[in-house]
């Protein structure tokens, strides 16, 4: 069983819509959460960045985490264009060493206006 | 302040060749890393360093070779390129956090095809 798992899609939503994308993982230890964007032909770039559980806010994007469910959230209100790209989930747990870091395999969402 | 850069952007190689993708950051991280992005199997570590002179392996590090001479170069070396090595190589750097949090930069990538 991977580490974390992430719903490749693609995924192709009407410009406006809700997003919502996801990723589980395996490991309880896990206590730092990101999602990564990565537009096409270039490297990812860090989007949000969340520790233990709860939501965090930041413009029309919402990270959430549920530590019980092993569940990690990723929403996108308002949806536009310029949000299609591949979206990776991130995780890492407290004090494990320089490259305890998994990712998922991304989900490609692309945004029709 | 222009992160990671990384060189080549494209090359393509022949079975047997050896190459260098050259890996240089300006912020001042100790850690620095690669990976190779491939369909369906996501970012997987190549090799890693948490300062010059201190390197390590990760998850796939056969065919590839590292040295960290300054704190800003990381170069990865490829021996015998190999067909299986034709992927998507991407270089990212951090400041230890000392709690765990792996924030990554990321280069713009090196595309390579091994032909």
């Known amino acids: 069983q991977k580490e974390v798992e992430q719903d490749p899609g693609p995924l192709s939503v009407p410009e406006g819509a809700i997003v919502s994308l996801n990723c589980t993982y395996s490991n309880s230890a896990f206590q730092y959460f990101m999602w990564y964007r990565q537009y096409s032909r270039k490297g990812p770039e860090l989007l949000m960045y969340?520790?233990?559980?709860g939501n965090k806010e930041d413009g029309r994007f919402t990270a959430q985490v549920d530590k019980s469910s092993k569940y990690i959230s990723l929403f996108i209100r308002d949806s536009q264009p310029s949000d299609s790209a591949t979206y990776l989930c991130a995780m890492s747990a407290l004090g494990t060493g320089a490259n305890n870091l998994f990712f998922g395999t991304g989900t490609r969402l692309t945004v029709i206006p | 302040n222009a992160g990671v850069t990384q060189t080549p952007k494209f090359q393509v190689l022949k079975t047997g060749q050896s190459m260098t993708l050259q890996c240089a950051q300006d912020m001042n991280h100790e850690y620095m890393s690669w990976y190779r992005q491939d369909p369906g199997m996501g970012l997987r570590l190549i090799h890693y360093?948490?300062?010059?002179?201190?390197?390590d392996q990760g998850e796939v590090p056969n065919g590839y070779n590292v040295s960290r001479s300054t704190t800003e170069d990381f170069p990865l070396r490829l021996l015998s390129a190999a067909p299986s090595q034709t992927s998507v190589y991407f270089c990212a750097s951090r400041q230890p956090t000392g709690s765990g949090a792996n924030v990554l930069t990321f280069g713009a990538g090196s595309r390579l095809t091994v032909l």
């Open positions: 360093s948490v300062g010059a002179g201190i390197t």
């Open positions: 969340t520790y233990s559980s």
